[in-house]
């Protein structure tokens, strides 16, 4: 079917009387922080704790703004006779905002979640050379990062979570068994206490085999002068 002829002039006109119509709102910024959706790409954030200097953010970035120097430390062996490993140490990690195009490839290919997006934004510079943040920096804006959302209800739990959880069931009830065990020794200790068959508690004061000699119920004389 043709379009009938004018149909589309018609229908920019009819846009611009509804945008004529409505009121302008300006954003007061700013006065008025806007409302940014959660994930916004503000500036990246380095936790750095997870960083392994594995250097793969490095190398998969675009337009190379990311500079990682490290060093090698011999750890020594964990237990007698093992064997010295080595590890990579963090010297320098920067990221020179003048030259980011906030791809949010270095946070995507990171496999130790070492990287995360803040929804700040306000970090603008007089001087271009400000914009290389270094770790100090990247470390400050971790504490700008949002959490980030819950899980949907019918979703499943992380395997993390979840061995994490079976570690922390297993202890507990390591625990309560302990505690059970312990509380049944205390209770057949008072039982036999107040019975009179719990044994005699040793004087610390005294050496061993110095303590006299328990009676015998089933004698009726007791120990006699002389016996050996």
Same mark, same amino acid.
């Given at each position: 079917?043709?379009?009938?002829?004018?149909?589309?002039?018609?229908?920019?006109?009819?846009?611009?009387?509804?945008?004529?119509?409505?009121?302008?709102?300006?954003? @007061?910024?700013?006065?008025? @922080?806007?409302?940014?959706? *959660?994930?916004?790409?503000?500036?990246?954030?380095?936790?750095?704790?997870?960083?392994?200097?594995?250097?793969?953010?490095?190398?998969?970035?675009?337009?190379?703004?990311?500079?990682?120097?490290?060093?090698?430390?011999?750890?020594?062996?964990?237990?007698?006779?093992?064997?010295?490993?080595?590890?990579?140490?963090?010297?320098?990690?920067?990221?020179?905002?003048?030259?980011?195009?906030?791809?949010?490839?270095?946070?995507?290919?990171?496999?130790?979640?070492?990287?995360?997006? #803040?929804?700040?934004?306000?970090?603008?510079?007089?001087?271009?050379?400000?914009?290389?943040?270094?770790?100090?920096?990247?470390?400050?804006?971790?504490?700008?990062? *949002?959490?980030?959302?819950?899980?949907?209800?019918?979703?499943?739990?992380?395997?993390?979570?979840?061995?994490?959880?079976?570690?922390?069931?297993?202890?507990?009830?390591?625990?309560?068994?302990?505690?059970?065990?312990?509380?049944?020794?205390?209770?057949?200790?008072?039982?036999? @206490?107040?019975?009179?068959?719990?044994?005699?508690? *040793?004087? *610390?004061?005294?050496?061993?085999?110095?303590?006299?000699?328990?009676?015998?119920? #089933?004698?009726?004389?007791?120990? @006699?002068?002389?016996?050996?």
């Amino acid at each position: 079917m043709a379009p009938v002829p004018g149909s589309g002039l018609a229908k920019g006109l009819a846009v611009t009387l509804r945008t004529m119509t409505k009121k302008t709102v300006t954003a @007061q910024y700013p006065d008025v @922080q806007p409302e940014l959706p *959660p994930r916004s790409r503000g500036v990246i954030g380095l936790f750095e704790e997870n960083c392994t200097v594995c250097m793969l953010c490095a190398r998969e970035c675009p337009d190379w703004c990311i500079y990682i120097d490290s060093h090698k430390e011999t750890v020594p062996p964990a237990a007698p006779g093992g064997r010295e490993r080595s590890r990579n140490v963090l010297d320098r990690f920067a990221i020179d905002f003048s030259l980011c195009m906030y791809c949010g490839i270095c946070i995507e290919v990171c496999p130790f979640d070492a990287l995360f997006w #803040s929804p700040e934004f306000e970090y603008a510079e007089t001087d271009i050379h400000e914009l290389t943040h270094e770790r100090d920096k990247l470390r400050e804006w971790m504490w700008t990062v *949002p959490a980030p959302p819950a899980l949907d209800a019918a979703a499943e739990e992380p395997k993390e979570l979840a061995a994490a959880r079976k570690t922390a069931d297993k202890l507990a009830a390591e625990a309560d068994k302990l505690a059970e065990a312990e509380k049944l020794a205390e209770a057949e200790r008072l039982a036999a @206490q107040a019975a009179g068959t719990e044994p005699p508690v *040793p004087d *610390p004061t005294k050496p061993a085999g110095t303590e006299p000699p328990a009676s015998d119920p #089933s004698d009726p004389a007791g120990p @006699q002068d002389g016996d050996a």
